[in-house]
């Protein structure tokens, strides 16, 4: 079993940055997966990045090149550290861990076992 905690949304101007982190205990979570997800209102929960654990990642188009994800295994936690944000960066961004092995397209939602209670970013123009 394995809880996850984000931390770290806030409302941003556009063009602005902000680190989300995304704090796991239980067993250890360096033999997961880890992924960040989406949810902007009325639309589907979707992929932003993943990072297997052999360390292949995935982003997702729209944030290629703004968005980068990291690990700390001491702390047990994983970061978002996303720049330039837009206004439609907005949403809840959620957290998840697997024992996922690498495929693309990447796990979809509901393949992921565990999850946090996600976290709000708001983009201002």
């Known amino acids: 079993q394995v809880q996850l905690a984000e931390s770290g949304g806030r409302l941003v101007q556009d063009g602005g940055s902000l680190r989300l982190s995304c704090a796991a205990n239980?067993?250890?979570?360096?033999?997961?997966?880890m992924g960040w997800f989406r949810q902007a209102p009325g639309k589907d929960r979707d992929v932003v990045v993943v990072?297997?654990?052999?360390?292949?990642?995935y982003y997702a188009d729209s944030v290629k090149g703004r968005f980068t994800i990291s690990r700390d295994n001491a702390k047990s936690t994983v970061y978002l550290q996303m720049n330039s944000l837009k206004p439609e960066d907005t949403a809840v961004y959620y957290c998840?861990?697997?024992?996922?092995?690498?495929?693309?397209?990447?796990?979809?939602?509901?393949?992921?076992?565990?999850w946090g209670q996600g976290t709000q970013v708001t983009v201002s123009s």
């Open positions: 998840a861990a697997g024992p996922l092995m690498y495929r693309t397209p990447p796990p979809k939602d509901h393949q992921w076992p565990y």
């Open positions: 990072r297997w654990t052999g360390g292949i990642i």
């Open positions: 239980g067993r250890t979570f360096d033999t997961y997966a």
